[in-house]
């Protein structure tokens, strides 16, 4: 099942890649990546949901094959617009959602302006505070301060990943490779736009998300990792007692970055959610 790649432009003319997935006609899962991902990281997920879904995976704005943009704009309200653009375009009633980290405040965030339009919800290691206190955060602060934005060789490259993401399989660790650096005149850099992203997120306050927690209208499965140290399992319970329609599983051995670390587990907790939404 390859993917076909779609472009678009929003409401600013900033052109927008899409990777989609299955038959037209499926039910429509729409796919947020996190901070520095892209749309391929979903390729995994997609092929697990299989023919009864229409996948979308969007690279978000700086992201992937996507327009970069100024880096006030690297923000929800932004990303949120980017994504309302996107349902228009492809004429989605209602469809399924699902984001990792930044992707996933902004899925929370778009649940919350728009009720009624998700068919159900999937959040993976994110919640209200995540991004602002707590080791996670604070390691992300310093990942944007430390990232280099080139790399002499590959093999630089591929020790920086294993470095900082000593749980990523073998599969994660060259998606990450193919999908969000490239050769240059000058060394191996990003795709992405480090820099503007770096600066977005060490000055940009990040959006509180007990708001949209308090305002799910839809079933939403809140997906941690096991030795996440981004989302606390005290948050989860708190996200639980607020508002009836939030589920929770925890996944054994995977870091923030649970899709990565354990996709299989993953990719079964949303498709066995989803099919469950169906029946």
């Not at 997609?46 to 978000?60: K, M, N, R, S």
């Not at 949120?80 to 209602?94: A, C, I, N, P, T």
């Not at 991004?131 to 280099?148: C, F, K, L, N, Y």
């Amino acid at each position: 099942m390859p993917a076909k790649s779609l472009f678009l432009h929003n409401r600013t003319l900033l052109s927008l890649h899409v990777l989609q997935w299955g038959r037209a006609d499926a039910t429509p899962v729409i796919l947020l990546h996190g901070l520095r991902a892209y749309a391929q990281t979903w390729e995994s997920l997609a092929h697990a949901l299989g023919d009864d879904y229409c996948v979308y995976a969007l690279d978000q704005r700086g992201r992937g094959l996507s327009s970069w943009a100024a880096a006030r704009t690297y923000c929800t309200d932004y990303y949120v617009q980017d994504l309302e653009d996107l349902v228009e375009h492809l004429q989605l009633e209602r469809f399924l959602l699902v984001g990792h980290s930044l992707g996933g405040a902004n899925a929370l965030e778009y649940a919350r302006r728009h009720p009624g339009k998700l068919l159900g919800l999937v959040i993976e290691d994110i919640g209200p505070g995540s991004s602002s206190v707590g080791d996670g955060a604070a390691r992300i602060r310093r990942e944007m301060q430390q990232t280099p934005n080139l790399f002499s060789d590959w093999a630089s490259a591929e020790a920086f990943w294993r470095s900082s993401r000593p749980g990523l399989s073998a599969q994660a660790l060259a998606s990450r490779l193919e999908h969000s650096m490239k050769q240059t005149a000058d060394g191996i850099t990003w795709r992405h736009d480090q820099q503007g992203i770096a600066e977005a997120r060490l000055s940009i306050t990040p959006t509180d998300l007990w708001p949209a927690v308090r305002a799910l209208d839809c079933p939403t499965l809140f997906i941690r990792g096991g030795r996440s140290d981004f989302l606390p399992a005290a948050t989860l319970a708190e996200m639980q007692a607020a508002n009836a329609c939030v589920q929770a599983v925890e996944i054994p051995d995977a870091s923030h970055y649970v899709h990565d670390d354990q996709s299989a587990a993953f990719n079964a907790a949303v498709s066995d959610f989803f099919n469950r939404l169906r029946a």
